[in-house]
């Protein structure tokens, strides 16, 4: 066993090396992220809600027992009554409730065989008038539920978009730093080749002092770079690592595969804005702080209402001296029985609800007003991010052709002076300027990915674009 150990890791390091994608890399952080699960476990307790709220309409069984007596113990007169009671109750969608029960009681009087049994069957039902009355005030908290689930569930579209956006980011950033670390090397190698030769130059007396100098201090510049890259990239990968939801403890190497890539068709402001409107998650949260807003004035102007309850019951009944017999006449419709109720009941002065219904209306002017914010919010993001695009992708254009200008003027520069005709000082500059241009270049390709990204975020398609979505 203890054999298989390394060849157990060196495959284990193997398949950690293997190259990801950004689709891949952007599914491990969907799957993994820390933050991202504890997100989805938030919008499953709002699931829970609505089916809890659901259930209070589910029918309930009950059943009940009262014994009592009259008379103290040991008097002649003692009597004693022991009653029972079953049933069946279902809230019913109109505010009110239908229940069906059995009810019984035995008397034991103080005389021998002194004894009664009452047994009856009804159904009930109590069904309010005003104050709660209807589907809109019955089924308001399973509204509710139901809300509160709709906007965790945006709520967790968003935290998933920005997780998306940071991995996406993160991604870009490792990419850059390698590939800033490779031009530092590169830059590197051509500054101490340069430094070698004109360090030849000079002993043959084709160079001075003042040559070798320069060059050695572009030696040093690039050493420096080099190490800032490096300290880059092991930073961007541990950022990485973290949304990816790795132990950090022990890191596997990231091998990445992608490599930016132009946008194939230009951003339309309306478009974009119109897109927007219909699926951005944070906009459409607003629309259902609104509803919300509106359902609560609605159910606190109707809750200033005076509360009027009917009741009533139909049954059958039956009373005699044996409980079995008791029982069976209840079925033979002999003493059929019947309840009817109104009950009312008014606030008195009813400031409190009165002072509910304004609290609510302000509500809804406050939720309106937020509303009318953040679509001018969103109309500000969607511009700013069509804006970023087009601006990076000029970006791009103008530091590929500062790149080829670059490197043509090195190599310009290190004909001259091979040819004797050249100033070392020229070449130095042309080398830096070269090295700048192309970190100049690659963080305009890198800024265009995430500002493409960054558009379709605020668009609300990011995780449809990216075929991310649940």
Same mark, same amino acid.
């Given at each position: ?5 390394? !060849? ?6 193997? =398949? ?16 993994? $992220? +820390? ?5 989805? =476990? ?7 809600? /609505? ?10 069984? #009950? ?59 009804? =159904?009930?039902?109590?069904? @309010?008038? +005003?104050?709660? *009355?209807?589907?809109?005030? &019955?089924?308001?908290? /399973? ?19 920005? !997780?998306?956006?940071?991995? *996406?980011?993160?991604? #870009? ?7 800033? +670390? ?9 500054? $101490? ?19 070798? !100098?320069?060059?050695?201090?572009? /030696? ?27 132990? +950090?403890?022990?890191?596997?190497? %990231? ?26 998650? @944070? #906009? ?25 309850? %009917? ?26 029985? #019947? ?17 509910? &219904? ?26 700013? *991010? ?40 020229? =070449? ?43």
């Amino acid at each position: 066993m203890p054999a298989c150990g390394p !060849l157990f890791l060196a495959l284990i390091s193997a =398949l950690a090396a293997e190259p990801f994608t950004l689709q891949q890399t952007l599914e491990q952080a969907v799957r993994a $992220n +820390l933050e991202l699960r504890q997100d989805r =476990l938030i919008l499953q307790r709002t699931e829970l809600r /609505v089916e809890a709220a659901v259930g209070t309409f589910d029918p309930s069984l #009950w059943a009940g027992v009262d014994r009592g007596g009259s008379g103290r113990p040991g008097d002649d007169d003692l009597s004693r009554a022991t009653s029972f009671s079953t049933g069946l109750t279902k809230p019913l969608s109109t505010g009110g409730d239908a229940s069906l029960a059995w009810y019984g009681v035995h008397e034991r009087g103080s005389e021998p065989d002194s004894q009664s049994h009452d047994s009856q069957l009804y =159904l009930g039902i109590s069904q @309010p008038l +005003l104050d709660g *009355a209807g589907r809109f005030a &019955a089924r308001y908290d /399973v509204r509710a539920a139901k809300r509160s689930h709709a906007y965790q569930a945006l709520a967790y579209r968003a935290a998933k978009e920005d !997780l998306v956006l940071a991995t *996406a980011t993160a991604y #870009w950033s490792v990419v850059a730093a390698r590939e800033t +670390l490779a031009i530092a090397e590169r830059s590197l190698g051509i500054a $101490n080749q340069q430094l070698s030769e004109t360090r030849e130059r000079r002993a043959e007396g084709f160079a001075a002092l003042g040559d070798e !100098l320069q060059v050695e201090r572009a /030696v040093y510049t690039a050493r420096q770079a080099k190490l800032m890259a490096e300290t880059r990239v092991a930073d961007t990968e541990a950022q990485l690592l973290r949304l990816l939801g790795h132990d +950090l403890a022990r890191r596997p190497t %990231l091998e990445l595969s992608d490599h930016p890539r132009d946008p194939s068709v230009p951003p339309d402001l309306q478009l974009s804005i119109d897109i927007a409107r219909e699926y951005n998650a @944070p #906009w459409l949260q607003h629309r259902i702080l609104v509803q919300a807003a509106s359902e609560a004035l609605q159910l606190a102007r109707n809750g200033n209402l005076p509360t009027l309850d %009917l009741s009533g019951s139909v049954g059958l009944s039956a009373s005699n001296n044996e409980p079995r017999e008791a029982r069976t006449q209840v079925f033979s419709g002999h003493q059929p029985a #019947w309840t009817v109720g109104l009950t009312l009941a008014m606030p008195i002065p009813g400031r409190a609800e009165g002072l509910e &219904a304004d609290q609510a209306w302000l509500g809804t002017l406050e939720a309106r007003l937020a509303m009318q914010a953040a679509e001018q919010d969103l109309l500000q993001r969607v511009e700013a *991010a069509v804006r970023a695009v087009q601006r990076d992708t000029e970006r791009v254009h103008l530091a590929r052709r500062t790149v080829e200008i670059a490197q043509a003027a090195l190599e310009a520069d290190q004909e001259l002076v091979a040819e004797g005709r050249g100033s070392t000082r020229e =070449l130095v500059r042309s080398l830096e300027s070269l090295d700048a241009a192309q970190v100049s270049r690659l963080g305009a390709e890198i800024d265009l990915q995430v500002s493409v990204l960054s558009l379709m975020r605020t668009e609300g398609l990011l995780l449809t674009k990216l075929g991310l979505e649940d």
